[in-house]
């Protein structure tokens, strides 16, 4: 089993449109948790840190369930310019700083 | 401020060959790290350093080397070039302090090894 897991899509979505990503971990002890987004033949930017009590950026809003070891991310009224690769990643604070990344979700929104 | 910069942006090795890929951060951060992205797939970790003097291996380090001569700069080595090494190579750094560690990437490094 992998230690991040994500749907790999592609998911394909109307403009206006609201779709969601989960992705689960396997490693009960992780700390930190992080959605980060890719454009095709670029490097990966932050999109967002999950804090435990959920958060929200605008149209983006992020969860963390420890109990069932899942992060989700959800995106509301999609823009063109939301296409791109979603990818999960998630921390051991004290394993010195390593994460672990999922292998991404791809979103293409369509006119 | 820059932010992370790796040089070059593309490079075509010949099988055997050797080359060094140079990645510099200007963000004062203390830890860097040199991933590989093969097409389609996740970024896998090869090294890390959590600061000047110390580095250590990640997931897929066989075939590559690195130091970490000052908390600038982190350069990733490849010896006696390979295929299976034709890769996007990423660098990142992050501060590491009080559960902060976003990761800040460069732009990466486009290796073909025929």
């Known amino acids: 089993r992998k230690e991040v897991e994500q749907d790999p899509g592609p998911f394909n979505v109307p403009e206006g449109a609201t779709v969601a990503f989960n992705c689960t971990y396997s490693n009960s002890a992780s700390q930190s948790f992080f959605w980060y987004r890719q454009d095709c033949r670029k490097e990966p930017k932050l999109l967002m840190s999950?804090?435990?009590s959920g958060n929200e950026d605008g149209r983006f809003t992020a969860q963390l369930n420890r109990a069932s070891q899942y992060i989700s991310l959800l995106i509301r009224d999609s823009k063109l310019s939301d296409s791109a690769t979603y990818l999960c990643?998630?921390?051991?604070?004290?394993?010195?700083?390593?994460?672990?990344f999922g292998d991404g979700t791809t979103l293409t929104v369509k006119p | 401020n820059a932010g992370v910069t790796q040089t070059p942006k593309f490079r075509i090795l010949k099988i055997g060959q050797s080359m060094t890929l140079q990645c510099a951060q200007d963000m004062n951060h203390n830890y860097m790290y040199w991933y590989r992205q093969d097409p389609g797939m996740g970024l896998k970790l090869i090294y890390y350093?959590?600061?000047?003097?110390?580095?250590d291996k990640g997931e897929v380090p066989n075939g590559y080397n690195v130091s970490r001569s000052t908390t600038e700069d982190f350069p990733l080595r490849l010896e006696l070039a390979a295929p299976s090494q034709t890769s996007v190579y990423f660098c990142?750094?992050?501060?590491?302090?009080?559960?902060?560690?976003?990761?800040?990437f460069g732009p990466g490094t486009r290796l073909t090894v025929t």
């Open positions: 999950v804090y435990s």
């Open positions: 990643v998630v921390s051991l604070n004290t394993n010195a700083g390593k994460s672990t």
């Open positions: 350093s959590v600061g000047a003097g110390i580095t």
């Open positions: 990142a750094s992050s501060y590491q302090g009080q559960g902060r560690n976003e990761q800040y």
